[in-house]
């Protein structure tokens, strides 16, 4: 079974009374204006929640929705004559709108991904005062209540282009992949949030506006690997693990996995020796510890470890420790953990990945 909880399907249409056809406001400009006026290529009205018309072609929808093929495949009813003395739209004269429950700005998003030529615009701003990547989330989960395929795939592929990961924030990225259920884009965005503080006011927002099995599974992630690095090295201090990850609340079965190593390629090394004064050295090493953890709190991607040629080991700080322990191979061994540590959700630790 998987974890993606199956998306809640709004309503197909908005069950409010249509305005007299007179009434109805034009689209807006910007993006709108494309599908403001009937021409020879549209022969249905679609109308958006806030009473917005767009001219479309009933071939587009087929093709791009198995929802509006089975929808416009069915007998139409008889127009209804019309008023000629009454003042009407000559483009609304003879056609019937068809009532959406989306917004104009998401419809009009939406059209702009199924529409030949157009695509998904890297540039969002253009359709919405409020913030693009709701919008965003929003046209996806219309393209999954109209079996839209192909605008799915364009969203797919939109949310894990380097210029989008590059621009908007992973975290708020990933949400929007988890809560559609791309699974392998989830994933692959849930690396690109290593780089961030999960524990931020901005990203504890995206975190509330997510499914909760998606944030679980990404503190999990992030938790994980600050874990497994603090255990590895406390075993490298005094050859025991700081946390019992046997009892880990989202972690599998014990006996088919393991948390941390339990060997390292040069640990005698690395510990210091048992001699007089040891046990004050044991402050020095909490010191370095509690910066460790702090830093993989902040970002556990672990550049902050390695940057400037590993300048974190060689800090004034552990000028004492460096006395008595090889930082160099402290450093080598860092980056040996961060090589096996896991790198995206849902990830399965197994012995053979040490």
Not at 299 to 312: I, L, P
Not at 329 to 351: G, Q, S
Request: net charge negative; hydrophobic share 40%; charged share 25%.
């Amino acid at each position: 079974m998987s974890d993606f909880d199956p998306l809640e399907t709004p309503p197909l249409f908005h069950n409010a009374a249509l305005p007299p056809i007179e009434s109805v406001p034009p689209p807006r400009a910007g993006p709108f204006v494309r599908y403001s006026e009937a021409n020879e290529d549209t022969d249905i009205l679609l109308m958006s929640s806030d009473d917005v018309l767009f001219h479309v072609n009933s071939v587009v929808m087929k093709l791009s929705s198995t929802v509006f093929k089975d929808m416009l495949s069915m007998p139409r009813p008889p127009e209804t004559p019309v008023d000629e003395t009454k003042p009407c739209r000559n483009s609304e004269k003879s056609s019937e709108a068809i009532p959406l429950s989306e917004k104009s700005d998401i419809l009009c998003l939406l059209l702009d991904i199924i529409y030949p030529g157009r695509g998904l615009s890297k540039d969002l701003d253009i359709f919405s005062q409020r913030p693009v990547l709701p919008l965003l989330k929003a046209a996806g989960l219309a393209a999954v209540k109209y079996d839209m395929a192909s605008a799915l795939k364009s969203i797919r592929a939109f949310l894990v282009s380097e210029e989008v990961v590059s621009k908007y924030n992973a975290v708020q990225l990933y949400g929007i992949a988890w809560d559609l259920d791309f699974i392998d884009e989830a994933k692959q965005l849930s690396t690109e949030t290593l780089k961030l503080n999960l524990n931020t006011l901005g990203n504890e927002e995206f975190l509330e506006d997510m499914n909760v099995a998606g944030v679980l599974k990404l503190q999990k992630l992030h938790r994980q690997r600050k874990i497994i690095l603090i255990n590895a090295f406390s075993e490298m201090i005094d050859g025991k693990s700081r946390y019992d990850l046997a009892g880990f609340r989202y972690s599998v079965p014990q006996s088919k996995v393991i948390y941390s190593p339990t060997y390292f390629s040069v640990p005698s090394q690395l510990l210091p020796a048992r001699r007089r004064g040891y046990e004050a050295e044991n402050y020095e090493w909490s010191l370095l510890m509690a910066e460790v953890s702090r830093i993989m709190e902040e970002c556990s991607d672990g550049s902050e470890f390695f940057r400037d040629g590993d300048e974190f080991f060689y800090n004034d700080k552990f000028a004492k420790l460096r006395t008595v322990s090889d930082f160099r191979k402290l450093a080598k061994e860092f980056r040996h953990i961060f090589t096996r540590l896991p790198e995206e959700v849902d990830h399965v630790f197994y012995v053979d990945d040490w």
